[in-house]
């Protein structure tokens, strides 16, 4: 069995360093709203989620340069961030009272996912559009569904629900 070369733990480069924070910051970022609002799947979530979606390109991307790109796929790191975020989304999502219930936080986690991805394999352009795009949809955006929604979800001035 041939075994790539390890990586000596004093070598730490700045720019995995930059990745990986980057990813956790922004991780962050996408689930306080989640925090704020008191949902299980939060700031803590999103975070781990979005900087384990970034080490993991981080060492599939140092693997594969380290193999000379010969026995490895590095797509196959798409397939398996989906299928995970994929069973968590849907074992978060409930159908309860003819309501869906735990959309919203399925989806920041796909959505902290990308981040993730994005950060780990240094896409600083998609990373900052992607960053500025979700951080508007899920806060602004909360809003005005508050001020225009159904009127079980209307949010009343302080960002309660007005109707019991």
């Given at each position: ?14 720019d995995i360093v930059a990745r ?29 989620v979005c900087v384990s979606a ?81 951080l508007v949809m899920v806060t ?25």
């Amino acid at each position: 069995m041939v075994i790539n070369e390890a990586i000596d733990i004093q070598w730490i480069d700045f720019d995995i360093v930059a990745r990986l924070g980057v990813a956790a910051l922004l991780g962050l970022a996408v689930g306080l709203d989640r925090e704020l609002r008191g949902h299980a799947a939060g700031m803590r979530t999103h975070g781990i989620v979005c900087v384990s979606a970034a080490a993991m390109v981080v060492s599939m991307l140092s693997l594969h340069a380290q193999l000379g790109g010969a026995r490895s796929d590095p797509l196959r790191l798409f397939e398996a961030a989906a299928s995970f975020i994929g069973i968590i989304g849907a074992g978060l999502i409930v159908f309860s009272r003819g309501q869906v219930h735990n959309l919203t936080t399925a989806a920041h986690l796909w959505l902290a996912t990308i981040l993730g991805i994005a950060c780990g394999a240094g896409q600083w352009p998609l990373v900052l559009i992607l960053s500025v795009i979700s951080l508007v949809m899920v806060t602004l955006l909360r809003f005005v569904e508050g001020w225009f929604g159904p009127k079980d979800r209307r949010l009343d001035h302080e960002g309660r629900n007005d109707v019991e």
